[in-house]
């Protein structure tokens, strides 16, 4: 099951002790049950914020956030939110498949009605098969991240939310985790946010790619993906692929200086 996200005039203000910071201002966003969205703009112009804000972590200042219906807080309360964040944050003491089922010591397990998939399936799922006994330390950067994406899923929940989860890696790494992501988000069914810094990235993983403004954020331009599913890492060499970046490019730093930022070279590194 998959749940539509509807983000409508969200606005974010930080009170502290100087004058106020507007985050976000007037977000509206609609993403289609099922689908996979991308958010990606400059450092601090809210793409995280307004990530949590989905998740139900803050309140919005103004507007109103919908998921398949329900508020975020509904949703959270059902468990049909699973979070992976930018580090993997395991616990160093608990295995591969500890770790994975903490979310069922947390809820309880006799309330997790919602759980279809066991700590088993998921290993496998992620291509831990053999590792379920291995702690943290053990593991490679990507292999935890891994872990941490079977955690968000324990609970099966109708929306992933993803705030740069393979950032810290080495290109190579990330490539391939994100076509180990791509087939675990279409085999679980789930509708999926992520939020990123590299435009090339966001087009290979995404049907929607959303680009903000500098702080206060705002949706300044919506970019839909043309390229078919399933992705493959020859796509990024077509046409399509490039014309996809470089719009995203104009919509972060205006045509002209993205020429300019980088004169014959339509994509992005990792």
Not at 54 to 73: H, Q
Not at 180 to 189: D, T
Not at 251 to 263: K, R, T, V
Request: charged letters at 20%.
């Amino acid at each position: 099951m998959s749940r539509d996200i509807q983000v409508d005039q969200v606005s974010m203000v930080f009170y502290g002790q100087g004058e106020p910071v507007i985050a976000l201002e007037k977000v509206d966003m609609q993403v289609p049950a099922g689908q996979f969205a991308s958010i990606i703009g400059p450092s601090g112009c809210g793409k995280s914020t307004l990530l949590r804000l989905v998740a139900d972590v803050m309140k919005p200042y103004a507007g109103s956030i919908t998921l398949g219906g329900d508020t975020p807080r509904t949703a959270r309360h059902a468990h049909s939110l699973g979070f992976v964040f930018q580090a993997p944050t395991l616990l160093p003491w608990r295995s591969v498949k500890q770790n994975i089922e903490l979310p069922l010591d947390v809820v309880g397990r006799g309330s997790a009605k919602r759980s279809t998939r066991t700590s088993a399936e998921l290993i496998e799922l992620v291509g831990l098969s053999g590792f379920e006994d291995a702690l943290p330390h053990q593991l490679s950067g990507g292999m935890q991240q891994r872990v941490a994406i079977a955690r968000a899923l324990i609970l099966t929940p109708d929306i992933l939310l993803l705030d740069e989860p393979f950032g810290a890696l080495d290109e190579i790494t990330r490539q391939r985790m994100n076509l180990e992501l791509l087939r675990i988000w279409s085999e679980s069914g789930t509708s999926a946010l992520l939020v990123t810094h590299s435009i090339a990235e966001a087009v290979f993983m995404s049907d929607r790619v959303y680009v903000m403004s500098a702080r206060p954020g705002r949706i300044t331009s919506i970019i839909d993906v043309p390229l078919e599913r399933p992705r493959r890492i020859d796509m990024m060499r077509s046409q399509q692929f490039f014309e996809c970046v470089n719009r995203i490019r104009d919509g972060l730093f205006g045509h002209e200086q993205a020429q300019a930022a980088a004169p014959g070279e339509p994509v992005e590194a990792y």
